[in-house]
């Protein structure tokens, strides 16, 4: 049984302090300008064009959060901070949490939204701000690299051809399962500035030949082609129930017989409360999208029931369901 909350607990929730405070330290880039030096407020002030006294209050809470160190009066990043908050820094993450301040102003919204059920939010990142929504897919694909390869072990896709990835985002799953099954092809099926992305990773992996971008709006346009196999990767909670039935049932419709639709999501349990992060993930989604939704398992296989798919599956719990055609 996990422990009962302190206050201390409850105050630390409610303190949103340290969040802003490293995401700002993240939008004025502080973290790059200490990048293998140490500095002194002044020496940080004068390089970003900063006030002294506003940055060192800002600084010495990094140190007391753990994310820079301070000997003396100089200030350094930690190990982790070089690796992923340094802009240069082939790990850097900062633009997922730069997305999150960009989101601060909604969650303002939230009292309103849960008065009203809506959200002042009428289009997602990926419509409206394309150059950080490319940025952000850029960190996701580097840590969907560490794992797409076992998945696309895991999932055992030996004889099939041709594959759909619809909102293939990066082309991160697409790549890793063209590497593992050398007979299979590949098309990603995204919005035309996302597949800029997707078009420079497939070039960097030499597989052009073998993954197919087609730009298009999953609502709106058809899926070319017919498929053996069909994936469904983090697209689901941009959206209502619904409009997710609709979807499925046009994708069952592109795949060949005994296709198989992959669908990989956070998903919550039946009581819908775990895992842990996809609750509070469904309130930034209420927040943060006009219709969108974290759903349950049983909620997809209703939709793939509906389509016509067969031997629904939960392949991983909370995570991925799969049905065949
Ligand atoms: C969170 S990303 C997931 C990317 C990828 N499937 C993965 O798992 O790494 C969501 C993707 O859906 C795409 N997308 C969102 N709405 C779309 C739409 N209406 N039509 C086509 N793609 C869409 C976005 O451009 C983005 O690439």
Same mark, same amino acid.
């Given at each position: ?10 105050? =630390?929730?409610?303190?949103?302090? @340290?969040? $802003? ?11 790059? *300008? ?5 500095? /002194? ?6 390089? +970003?064009?900063?006030?002294? +006294?506003?940055? @060192? ?12 160190? $301070?000997?003396? %009066? ?34 303002? !919204?939230?009292?309103?939204?849960? %008065?009203?059920?809506?959200? #002042?939010? %009428? ?7 394309? @150059? ?47 590497? @593992? ?26 597989? /052009? ?8 709006? !999953? ?30 049932? $046009?994708?069952?419709?592109?795949? $060949?017989?005994?296709? +198989?639709?992959? *669908?990989?999501? +956070?998903?919550?349990? #039946? ?9 509070? !993930? ?22 793939? =029931? ?18 065949? %055609?």
């Amino acid at each position: 049984m996990p422990r009962e909350l302190s206050l201390a607990d409850i105050f =630390q929730i409610g303190y949103y302090w @340290e969040t $802003k405070i490293l995401l700002t330290a993240i939008q004025l880039d502080l973290f790059s *300008i200490l990048k293998g030096a140490s500095l /002194t407020i002044n020496q940080m002030a004068e390089i +970003r064009g900063l006030n002294s +006294r506003a940055l @060192e209050l800002v600084m010495n809470a990094l140190v007391a959060m753990r994310i820079v160190r $301070k000997e003396e %009066k100089v200030y350094a990043n930690t190990v982790v901070a070089e690796r992923y908050l340094v802009q240069s820094s082939p790990e850097y993450v900062g633009h997922l949490l730069t997305l999150h301040d960009a989101e601060w102003k909604n969650w303002g !919204f939230l009292e309103q939204a849960v %008065k009203t059920g809506e959200s #002042p939010v %009428k289009h997602h990142v990926f419509e409206t701000d394309p @150059e950080l929504g490319a940025q952000v897919l850029t960190v996701l694909d580097r840590i969907g690299r560490g794992s797409g390869p076992a998945l696309a072990q895991r999932l055992k896709l030996n004889g099939a051809k041709r594959m759909l990835d619809i909102g293939g985002g990066a082309g991160t799953n697409a790549i890793a399962f063209c590497r @593992e099954y050398s007979e299979l092809t590949a098309t990603v099926f995204d919005l035309p500035e996302t597949l800029k992305v997707t078009k420079k990773n497939v070039e960097e992996a030499d597989l /052009t030949d073998r993954i197919q971008l087609q730009p298009g709006n !999953f609502h709106e346009d058809a899926f070319q082609g017919s498929y053996d196999v069909a994936l469904m990767s983090d697209i689901l909670h941009y959206q209502n129930g619904q409009t997710n039935a609709a979807l499925v049932e $046009k994708v069952y419709d592109c795949l $060949k017989e005994e296709g +198989r639709l992959l *669908i990989k999501d +956070r998903f919550l349990d #039946p009581a819908r409360t775990s895992p842990a992060w996809t609750t509070a !993930f469904a309130v930034h989604i209420l927040v943060n999208t006009e219709k969108g939704e974290c759903f349950t398992i049983e909620e997809s296989r209703q939709w793939m =029931q509906q389509a016509g798919f067969q031997g629904i599956e939960e392949l991983e719990p909370c995570a991925m369901v799969q049905g065949t %055609k």
